[in-house]
């Protein structure tokens, strides 16, 4: 896998860019876009946050005119499904995007190239290059293309997924071992019984995360614990 260095950015920005079907006229931005903050400054956290604002707004617009009868709280939910983390990770890897990352040493050894967190964020920045480069419509149209087959498939009747189905999605998604669940208390009489269950997901440094669920039955307490993992995975 390739990291920018030398005279082969300029090579790695043009490749990208063919990849997202948008020419730069100012490279400058992209390879901005590409840089992770520990590889140096001009990074890409501001154009992260100015991406971020444009793909809200794209893809809000896109679904407000697919789904003519959906109400706001429906279409809240199908953008929010699209511009998630897990989302923007799975559409990074599509392009290609890990291959052009400038990550420091310390970063790319630790295997921050496939980190979902890293590639969703650079995605971001990459949607506010473009904008700052080409405006509003060439950002517009940049995003559509890498959504438009995930729109497409958007079905809004369809019933939304469990927190424990979810999480093992997102963790199979980005290639990490599926979360442990376990009984770490129970209170209460037989007929009132209240689980206390704990989600154990491993990182790829050795680490661990873990939240906690409680509910009158395990299958309860374990689904709350899944959705406390997603929140903390920013999933």
């Known amino acids: 896998m390739r990291r920018l260095r030398g005279n082969s950015a300029g090579d790695a920005v043009a490749a990208f860019a ?40 794209v893809i809000a617009e896109a679904l407000y005119r697919r789904f003519p009868d959906l109400g706001e709280g ?21 392009l290609g995007l890990s291959a052009w990352l400038r990550l420091g040493e310390g970063e790319a ?24 480069d080409g405006g509003y419509d060439a950002a517009r149209a940049a995003v559509l293309r890498a959504y438009g087959p995930a729109i497409e498939r958007l079905d809004p009747q369809a019933p939304a997924k469990d927190p ?22 129970t209170r209460g009489a037989a007929h009132q019984r209240v689980f206390e269950v704990e989600c154990v997901v491993g990182e790829a440094d050795g680490a661990t995360r873990r939240t906690s669920g409680s509910g009158s039955s395990r299958r309860t307490a374990e689904q709350q614990a899944a959705a406390a993992m997603l929140e903390l995975l920013g999933a």
């Open 18 to 57: 063919r990849a997202l079907g948008y020419r730069f006229q100012r490279e400058t931005l992209l390879a901005q876009a590409l840089t992770h903050r520990s590889f140096g400054t001009p990074h890409n956290e501001r154009l992260e946050f100015l991406g971020d604002g444009v793909l809200d707004c």
């Open 109 to 132: 050894a630790s295997g921050g190239a496939e980190r979902p967190s890293i590639l969703a964020d650079a995605m971001e920045a990459v949607f506010g290059a473009v904008f700052l």
């Open 164 to 185: 424990k189905t979810r999480l093992q999605e997102y963790l199979q998604g980005c290639g990490r071992a599926l979360p442990q669940y376990r009984v770490v208390a």
């Open 74 to 94: 429906a279409l809240s939910r199908l953008r929010a499904s699209l511009v998630r983390e897990a989302a923007l990770a799975a559409l990074a890897r599509a």
